[in-house]
């Protein structure tokens, strides 16, 4: 499946952001979404993901609270809606993939569980 992401952009620490997935094909009840987030010099990190069936979320410590994960089955397309936004969330936002389901349920907290990836959107959050 391929992945195109929209939505990042600049802002200021404690505004919002959303941004968009869109998938080249259908993915409820096929594949599992997530968002992951690299900075300079570190680690690709989780940050949310939706499951298959599409009705269990989850969330790293960092962003829980502050952001949401969400989809539109129609529209083929996962969101991320984040709020409360800090300069150490400054980061490329990736979305990503996995599936199709194949009937295990892998941790969606590790990114070697994913097969698909999108390019990337920047986000960067000025103090």
């Known amino acids: 499946v391929d992945l195109s992401e929209t939505g990042g952009g600049l802002v200021q620490a404690g505004d919002s952001l959303r941004l968009s997935c869109t998938a080249s094909r259908r993915i409820l009840g096929a594949y599992a979404m997530g968002w992951f987030r690299q900075a300079p010099k570190k680690d690709r990190e989780f940050v949310s993901a939706?499951?298959?069936?599409?009705?269990?979320?989850y969330y790293s410590d960092i962003v829980k609270g502050r952001f949401t994960i969400s989809r539109d089955n129609a529209e083929n397309t996962v969101y991320l809606q984040m709020n409360s936004l800090k300069p150490e969330d400054t980061a490329v936002y990736y979305c990503?993939?996995?599936?199709?389901?194949?009937?295990?349920?892998?941790?969606?907290?590790?990114?070697?569980?994913?097969?698909?990836w999108g390019q990337g959107t920047q986000v960067t959050v000025s103090s």
């Open positions: 990503a993939a996995s599936g199709p389901f194949d009937g295990h349920e892998y941790d969606l907290r590790t990114p070697g569980n994913f097969n698909s």
């Open positions: 939706l499951g298959w069936s599409g009705d269990k979320t």
